[in-house]
């Protein structure tokens, strides 16, 4: 593990050092073409985030013009408006609640898959691998009557519970071979100096399995701060829809008026949006540990 | 003589700190793993077999099957697999499946290497190329379809260049590829992700080793990369068809449940939503459910018997403890080596 991290510490830090001094510019036909790509993944996105920006009478008559002039009024009626606010709050607690549960229960149990050498541990591994391979979509009618009949039905517990049970198999996939790279050595280092079994799980694992823990915290963020399908059986009351139910919403509600529909729209990517550039290294990094096993 | 009774006080010894230590360590493997594993157990593995058990009655989802509802044995089967709506949810399914994978894999592939060169920017290209991929579906679902609308966006520019764009959304023969267009369009940054980490942990010494032996760029490529791309490859393979499969949210907010199955483009998850809670017929929808199950399920498997199983158990822990334990061995023969000298 401490291996690993020191290679990847040492590639980023390689990486940064190129990039401020020895990277070369470059072909040009690797920026033409990384441009090309570019512009084929943003132009829908920056569409939205414009057209927030146009009047309606601006969209229809030129639907691929820009804005002209800027409106802002969309924007601002929107960040004035307590839907979006209420929303906004409600996808955060089940984001944080449910990134919180599943790095947490997450942790615990790939600790015991990649540490404890017992006999169940390959079959527990299996059971949580196997859920991999199917999503909520085959579940959900009767996982909507569970809920239901638990009394979550148009809750945020109702959304929390299923997703953390739904987020460990991809933790677990991804945190197990970094649990398991941790050395021997050192494990056998902090027994001998007193340190029980969970004494080395907290001070020891817990420290150095971070990077794959913000991998799959972040990725568990944005997966539940963009599900859809479950809030969309579990939710039924307008205060209690998160914000991808209140986008859609907005839209069947107000699909006369494009511009506030997409500048509503373009404020719930945001978070989700800033949330992983800032990360973004991190991810990638968490990723090619996994894929290196 | 003396070594050995040696060796049989410290077994002895050992062997009551063990068993107090294999309590110790049973009771910390439960605690550690038991909320977990009950909440998965609770939320993931007990809706599949209570679907199957709905699945056998007519019920509208009030009070339990056996008293509200009416068993009906294997009828939700029979209509579900007799209806051509379903049929034809399949088949748009299985299109999806198949032509994601030959639409993304080789894009994913040229995209990864020309983002693994390396040049200024790199790191901003990298993250913008994954933004349609954290933008989340309902989002992705209302700007396209803006975009794509018969008067939209895409259509004017079209018809500046003197084409005549064609209704994207509502056409049949058209819809299930403007459907693949958005797939690939918003999933296709998580593969280059993955084949670009898959590419930087090839070593770089192979590169420079086949440098040195004067091949040009494509033969590296062709001759290094893409047979060590292979594990990724298989492994992003197998996640595309479990998503393409399952595929609900991106139809269902573009299409919506009945014009998805006019425009061509319902899946088995937008069928069993339909049916199923639509419709208010839980037994029905969660007989849908259990076919899609076992169609994932055979898909899944036989990927995994005939093309995965070298990977998965062998890449994560076997090879590795292999690794190891050559790398021990290697030290020991190093060892013996130099004290023989």
Not at chain 2, 287 to 304: P, R
């Amino acid at each position: 593990m401490s291996a690993a991290i020191s290679t990847s510490t040492k590639f980023t830090a390689k990486n940064g050092y190129r990039l401020s001094s020895k990277t070369p510019w470059g072909n040009p036909a690797v920026y033409f073409f990384s441009l090309v790509l570019v512009a084929i993944c943003v132009t829908p996105v920056l569409y939205i985030i414009f057209g927030g920006f146009r009047t309606n009478s601006q969209i229809t008559n030129d639907p691929a013009g820009f804005p002209n002039p800027w409106v802002i009024d969309n924007y601002v009626e929107v960040i004035a408006s307590d839907i979006f606010w209420g929303e906004l709050v409600n996808s955060l607690i089940v984001g944080i609640s449910t990134m919180i549960g599943v790095v947490v229960l997450g942790i615990m149990v790939s600790f015991v898959i990649a540490r404890y050498r017992f006999r169940y541990a390959p079959l527990m591994y299996a059971l949580f691998s196997a859920g991999l391979m199917f999503p909520m979509t085959v579940g959900i009618t009767p996982l909507y009557l569970m809920i239901r009949n638990l009394g979550l039905s148009n809750s945020l517990a109702g959304i929390i519970l299923p997703q953390i049970a739904f987020g460990l198999p991809q933790t677990i996939i991804i945190l197990v071979p970094f649990l398991q790279s941790i050395p021997m050595e050192l494990e056998e280092a902090a027994l001998l100096d007193g340190c029980s079994r969970l004494g080395f799980f907290a001070r020891m694992v817990i420290p150095l399995s971070m990077p794959g823990v913000a991998t799959t915290g972040i990725l568990t963020f944005v997966g539940s701060w963009n599900s859809y399908m479950l809030p969309l059986f579990v939710l039924s009351s307008d205060s209690k829809y998160t914000l991808p139910l209140g986008v859609q919403m907005f839209s069947s509600e107000h699909s006369v008026d494009t511009a506030r529909v997409l500048a509503f729209t373009s404020l719930a990517m945001l978070p989700a949006l800033i949330c992983f550039t800032i990360f973004q290294k991190k991810i990638v990094g968490g990723l090619t540990g996994a894929v290196k096993g | 003589m003396t070594s050995t009774s040696n060796t049989n006080v410290s077994v002895k010894h050992r062997s009551k700190r063990v068993t107090d230590g294999k309590v110790r360590r049973n009771i910390e493997i439960f605690i550690l793993s038991a909320p977990a594993i009950i909440l998965f157990c609770a939320f993931v593995i007990l809706p599949i077999i209570l679907g199957a058990y709905y699945g056998f009655y007519k019920w509208k989802g009030f009070g339990t099957p056996s008293k509200n509802g009416k068993f009906v044995g294997l009828q939700n089967y029979v209509t579900a697999l007799s209806d051509p709506n379903f049929q034809a949810a399949i088949l748009h399914t299985f299109e999806i499946v198949v032509c994601s994978l030959v639409i993304q894999a080789p894009l994913a592939i040229l995209f990864a290497l020309l983002l693994n060169q390396k040049f200024k920017g790199r790191a901003l290209i990298r993250t913008l190329i994954f933004v349609p991929y954290v933008v989340s579906e309902v989002i992705v679902g209302t700007g396209w379809s803006l975009l794509l609308q018969k008067t939209g966006a895409v259509n004017q520019l079209l018809g500046k260049i003197g084409i005549e764009g064609p209704d994207w959304l509502a056409d049949p023969k058209i819809a299930i590829w403007t459907l693949l267009l958005l797939i690939s369009w918003k999933y296709i940054g998580f593969a280059v992700i993955l084949m670009l980490a898959g590419m930087q942990s090839i070593p770089e010494e192979l590169y420079e080793a086949a440098r040195v032996d004067g091949a040009g760029f494509w033969q590296m490529q062709k001759s290094i990369t893409l047979p060590l791309l292979a594990p990724t490859l298989r492994i992003w393979v197998f996640l595309s068809m479990i998503g393409s499969l399952q595929l609900f949210d991106l139809v269902y907010i573009i299409w919506g449940q009945y014009v998805s199955t006019t425009a061509g483009v319902s899946t088995m998850a937008t069928y069993m939503v339909r049916e199923g809670r639509g419709a208010g017929n839980y037994g029905y929808g969660s007989a849908v459910a259990l076919i899609i199950f076992i169609i994932s399920l055979i898909v899944a498997l036989t990927y995994q018997r005939f093309v995965l199983s070298r990977d998965l158990d062998g890449a994560l822990t076997e090879q590795k403890q292999a690794k190891k334990r050559a790398a021990k061995r290697a030290k020991e023969a190093q060892r013996l080596a130099e004290a023989a000298q």
